[in-house]
């Protein structure tokens, strides 16, 4: 094992480093003066920049950290009130500063003078911004946080009895791998009900949702939300029209392949009809696949898979181990999902996660541990905003490891033919990945050029969606209901609307970069940390060609790169 120095954080120049954020009052001299400084030249001007920049990584950090221990425990009051103070009472304040901020960047007299890398990225996106603020929407931005924080504590605090025990949904789910079939059908059946008997409260948020981002849309002169998110998320490099025709290529080129997965799965399991429970049974009737038993060993063996990759990757995990960076476990009250959250002021971030020791809490480990290495290669690029990447490049890093990963599992199992098990169990998810993002985005689109939509009207769309994405040998037949409202279950539709899409574009990005880690390793690796190491100071294009591989995701492409993954597939 590599030994690990604790980093430390750096003193600050701007804000003194005792400064407690428990009121605005603490905080507003420093807007203020910043506000009110004069940029006469050009160091006056980096001086400025830099400054800005250290109070958005502490107010980001510091953000982080109360989100961090919400999630921790969703039954923790003053965590949550911590919270949410920032979210109504800091937030709201910080906005028009912020807006004031960009303007005054804008008007300076020597702007001329950031010539360095990355300040054509980062100007242009403070002009969009600029473009898009609007005062009225700061407190709407306010009432949408609070009701995606309240998503959070209804799905939070699901779950199901079994055997005695009281299980997380994430637990719950797990035992769809168990070779009883009956079994596998009872936990589908408890689990959807569990999910059915918060769906009225669930679309009452959403309609709430759909309701605000709409007059938030309007109040920025635009048509519809989903027209005003693709601009507020940066969207630079591609449009509304490339998405929907992403949507078409991957109905064309992934369809076939799911299908004939699940042909193969139906005919192995020598059933009549192939039910939704019997998805994750291992084919070959063996049991559920287990890489490691506990927290620790998943921590012990992650890092030992990163350190053969590159023993730097294994030094960062540690790093974050021994800074307490790490919550891994799945328990009752703790949020749902995973997230590796980027600390931008310590350096080191914090990947949180619900693990009941599947392959898919394995591949969730290496995916947010790809983040983590991410954050460690960008850490020292000069202000936040270089940092703050476009979700384009972030999944880039973190899929991309999902796959460089995948030929060193061998650490999390023994026995070679469960190797080639986990493995073929993940290509088979990477297939099946594209459409399930194409039907959320899809979704998405048709639920925001159609804000006055009714529930009904919205639950059937959304199974007509997921009919043209989703294989036609998985039989749904009498499980209706629950089809109409599984797209709940997806976070993102509620806490993150439209960011989704790009975990589709990175990807295709991830199979190019594994593709040429497979010809040529050492290469593909200084090519993946050169990209990585630009943050946001190139466009995406520039930041793939780093990593020497194509920003594109039109139909030959999607072909190109989905039969590299089916030889993959077919050849284990």
Known sequence: MHQTTTPVRQGRDFLPDDLVIDSWTALEPYFQELLQRSLVSEDGLHRWVSDLSELEAVLSEETGWRYIRMSIDTKDVEARKAFEFLVTEIDPKVAPYNDLFNRKLLEAPLLRSLTEEGYFIYLRAVRKQVEMFREANIPLQTKMQQLQQQYGAITGGMSIEHNGHTMTLQMAVNLLKDTDRDLRRSIYDTVSAERLSKADELDAIFNQLVKVRHEVAQNAGY???????????????????ECIEFHGA???????????IDTERKTKLKLEKLRPWDLDVDADGKVGLQPFDNEQQLIDRTIACFTEIRPSYGEYLSTMQAMGHLDLGSRLGKAPGGFNYP????????IFMNSVGCVRDLVTMVHEGGHAVHSFLSRDLPITSFKSLPSEVAELASMGMELISLDHWHIFFDDESELKRAKKEHLSKIISV????????????????????????RDAEWSAIFKRFGSAVV??????????????????????????????IAQLGAIAVWRNYRDNPEQAL????????????RTIGEIYAAAGIRFDFSRDYVHELMQFVWSEYNSL
């Not at 600390?343 to 914090?350: H, I, K, R």
């Not at 594209?434 to 009207?457: C, G, K, M, N, R």
């Not at 050169?530 to 946001?536: I, K, P, R, V």
């Open 223 to 241: 048509a519809n939300f989903r027209d005003y998110k693709f601009d507020a998320l940066g969207r630079f490099d591609y449009g509304v029209k």
């Open 250 to 260: 991957i109905a064309a080129e992934c369809a076939p392949l799911i299908q004939a």
């Open 343 to 350: 600390l931008y002021e310590t350096g080191v971030p914090f």
């Open 434 to 457: 594209l459409p399930w993002v194409a039907t959320i985005d899809s979704f998405q689109h048709w639920v925001y050029e159609h804000p006055e939509h009714t529930v009904e009207e």
């Open 475 to 504: 039989d749904f037949s009498g499980l209706e209901p629950d089809v109409a409202k599984m797209w709940q279950k997806q976070l993102h539709i509620f806490e993150v609307p439209f960011y989704y899409i790009e975990y589709a």
């Open 526 to 537: 200084d090519r993946y940390e050169a990209a990585l190491s630009l943050g946001y100071t």
